[in-house]
């Protein structure tokens, strides 16, 4: 079992961004589309307003994206109390003509789902965007848990030879 520096078991907030595989990362197949500007507006809602000694005029607080609007690959929701809806957007990076199918395993409190669930690329470089929504299921919220407790499940888009994994965590209300 991977533990955490506490001894805990480890959850993906502590092992899943640093495993990395070279050989997959040569051909990954699709990659999730953000821009820099979309990393500085997002870091704008951190108070972050100075990049490599240039100040930058963040949008009206009001206008700022919410975290998971970046089109970042895992997803973090804290405090869900119904349904949340989530935009992503992918590039094909692969093959020239590549269909991928929507696969999740969700905590048992959550269902995840994806619209579309099939991804039909017609040629390299091609952009599609897809919601994936992640919804409590009736009469799962525990009273024991606090809004602390995170659950982990994840998403994947598979093709016959890509499976691009996505986290989730997923915090109640």
Same mark, same amino acid.
């Given at each position: 079992?991977?533990?955490?520096e506490?001894?805990?078991? %480890?959850?993906?907030?502590?092992?899943?961004?640093?495993?990395?595989? =070279?050989?997959? $990362? %040569?051909?990954?197949?699709?990659?999730?589309?953000?821009?820099?500007?979309?990393?500085? !507006?997002?870091?704008?809602?951190?108070?972050v307003?100075?990049?490599?000694?240039? $100040?930058?005029?963040?949008?009206?607080?009001?206008?700022?994206?919410?975290?998971?609007?970046?089109?970042?690959?895992?997803?973090?929701?804290?405090?869900?109390?119904?349904?949340?809806? #989530?935009?992503?957007? !992918?590039?094909?990076?692969?093959?020239?003509?590549?269909?991928?199918?929507?696969?999740?395993?969700?905590?048992?409190?959550?269902?995840?789902t994806?619209?579309?669930?099939?991804?039909?690329?017609?040629? !390299?470089?091609?952009? #599609?965007?897809?919601?994936?929504?992640?919804?409590?299921?009736?009469?799962?919220? =525990?009273?024991?848990?606090?809004?602390?407790?995170?659950?982990?499940?994840?998403?994947?888009?598979?093709?016959?030879?890509?499976?691009?994994?996505s986290? !989730?965590?997923?915090?109640?209300?």
């Amino acid at each position: 079992m991977v533990t955490d520096e506490t001894g805990n078991p %480890a959850t993906p907030f502590a092992i899943d961004a640093g495993h990395f595989n =070279p050989v997959k $990362a %040569a051909d990954p197949g699709l990659v999730y589309d953000a821009s820099y500007m979309d990393y500085v !507006v997002y870091t704008c809602s951190f108070g972050v307003t100075q990049y490599f000694d240039v $100040a930058y005029n963040c949008p009206n607080s009001s206008s700022l994206p919410e975290p998971t609007d970046l089109s970042y690959p895992s997803i973090q929701i804290s405090g869900l109390n119904g349904t949340k809806n #989530i935009k992503r957007t !992918v590039a094909n990076v692969g093959k020239r003509s590549s269909d991928y199918m929507f696969s999740a395993k969700s905590p048992e409190e959550f269902s995840i789902t994806a619209t579309p669930n099939f991804l039909e690329f017609n040629h !390299v470089g091609q952009k #599609i965007s897809f919601n994936i929504t992640v919804t409590v299921k009736m009469g799962q919220i =525990p009273n024991k848990y606090g809004p602390d407790r995170y659950y982990f499940g994840w998403y994947a888009w598979t093709n016959q030879n890509h499976v691009v994994r996505s986290q !989730v965590a997923v915090s109640f209300t």
